[in-house]
């Protein structure tokens, strides 16, 4: 008998790996949820459409998946350019876009310690900019 592939709630997991993501640096707890709450609010104002800000949501509940030492943490906590930021927007990036289900969002968590001047001297696209920019 073969068994039938279990079905997974892509939201439900991405709101586990966030809550797993503060049990690095516990001293701020449920910061992703916090970011992906107040730029889905900014995102609602703006009067973007659902999947954009579903995309959005996702994105910023995952931006700091690449945080992995209580050091980083507090660097990230302290500052939003740090020596390491950029590393840490391209590691995290590389996790998201090995998920096919979640590639599309990469950019967006790659960018997202970008200055807005940066992301718009860049030329990039205009709503990735702009979501980078809300997370």
């Keep these: 008998m073969?068994?039938?592939?279990?079905?997974?709630?892509?939201?439900r997991l991405i709101l586990s790996f966030s809550d797993a993501f503060d049990l690095v640096g516990v001293d701020r707890l449920g910061h992703c949820r916090r970011v992906a709450l107040m730029a889905a609010r900014i995102a609602q104002d703006?009067?973007?459409?659902?999947?954009h800000i579903k995309?959005?949501?996702?994105?910023?509940l995952l931006h700091d998946c690449a945080v992995s030492t209580t050091g980083e943490h507090h660097?990230?906590?302290g500052e939003l350019r740090w020596a390491d930021s950029v590393e840490?927007?391209?590691r995290g990036a590389r996790f998201i876009a090995a998920i096919p289900e979640l590639a599309h969002l990469a950019p967006m968590v790659a960018e997202h310690h970008s200055p807005w001047s940066a992301l718009v001297a860049?030329?990039?696209e205009p709503s990735l900019a702009l979501?980078?920019?809300?997370?």
């Design 131 to 135: 979501t980078a920019n809300l997370i």
């Design 2 to 11: 073969q068994s039938s592939p279990t079905a997974i709630d892509l939201d």
């Design 55 to 60: 995309d959005l949501v996702r994105a910023a």
């Design 88 to 90: 840490h927007c391209d």
């Design 46 to 51: 703006l009067g973007w459409d659902d999947d």
């Design 75 to 77: 660097d990230l906590m």
């Design 122 to 124: 860049r030329k990039l």
